[in-house]
C-alpha cells in the first residue's frame, strides 16, 4: 500500500490502519487513520459479530475519524444492537518535537 494508507502509531512503527489487532479474543483494536470513514466502518461489521468489543483509536487529525466511524456504527448500522461503552480522551507529549499530541479510544460493545 502507498504512504496515504499508512499511519504512524506510538511506536513509531507504520502500520496499515485497516489492520485489526486482537488483543484478546473478545475485542479487537482499530487503528483509525485517514482512510474513508465508510469503508472502514463496513470493514468493521463483520468483526464486530466475532467479538464482544471493538476499540477504536486514533491521534491527532484522525481524531474525528474515529468518532464518525463509532457514531455510524452505533447509530446507523448496528442501532439497537450495539452501544459506546467508554470514551478516553488523552494526550501524549512527542519529545523530539516538544508538542502535545490528543488520543481518544472508542470502546464499542455489544447491547
Avoid at 83 to 108: F, H, P, Y
Wanted: hydrophobic letters at 40%.
Amino acid at each position: 500500500m502507498g504512504p496515504t494508507n499508512q499511519i504512524m502509531l506510538k511506536d513509531d512503527t507504520i502500520n496499515d490502519p485497516s489492520e485489526i489487532k486482537s488483543l484478546d479474543p473478545i475485542e479487537y483494536v482499530f487503528y483509525v487513520g485517514h482512510d474513508s470513514i465508510m469503508k472502514n466502518a463496513v470493514d468493521l461489521i463483520p468483526h464486530f459479530g466475532k467479538s464482544e468489543k471493538i476499540i477504536l483509536k486514533a491521534k491527532g487529525n484522525s481524531i474525528p475519524n474515529a468518532v464518525a466511524i463509532a457514531n455510524i456504527l452505533t447509530e446507523k448500522m448496528l442501532k439497537g444492537s450495539s452501544k459506546i461503552q467508554k470514551i478516553n480522551v488523552d494526550s501524549e507529549a512527542i519529545l523530539e518535537m516538544g508538542r502535545m499530541t490528543s488520543t481518544i479510544e472508542i470502546v464499542i460493545s455489544k447491547n
